[in-house]
């Protein structure tokens, strides 16, 4: 199971972490990824960090502006989320897939993961 949280309403500039809680599984197993959506529009990788070699995955559109990071002893994951624009505003999902699926910071494909959180809805204003 996974428990997105800490979406919200911001305004443009600002700044929001969410939270991604996984339970009932081995959490070293999976690495833990960031996607959102809009309705309408095709979901969008985000983020995510690779258990295999380390690299990490940023979407072009959140480069230098959103980090990812993990807490084991949490078993949680984190997407800070600073400077934000009126066009990140998505529902943001978290997704678990098996540690040697991502890899190489290349675009992560919904279809390699195995585990999906319920969403967090994040809206940035003018």
């Known amino acids: 199971q996974l428990q997105a949280s800490g979406g919200g309403l911001v305004q443009a500039g600002g700044s929001v972490r969410l939270s991604c809680a996984a339970s009932g599984f081995e959490f070293d197993d999976y690495a833990i990824g960031w996607f959102r959506q809009v309705s309408g529009k095709e979901r969008e990788g985000v983020s995510y960090e690779s258990r295999v070699d380390d690299t990490i995955y940023y979407a072009d559109s959140v480069q230098g502006r959103f980090t990812i990071s993990t807490d084991k002893s949490k078993n949680t994951v984190y997407l800070q989320m600073n400077n934000l624009k009126p066009e990140d505003t998505a529902v943001y999902y978290c997704?678990?897939?098996?540690?040697?699926?991502?890899?190489?910071?290349?675009?992560?494909?919904?279809?390699?993961?195995?585990?999906w959180g319920q969403g967090t809805q994040v809206v940035v204003s003018q």
């Open positions: 997704a678990a897939a098996w540690w040697t699926r991502l890899h190489s910071a290349r675009a992560p494909n919904g279809d390699e993961f195995s585990y």
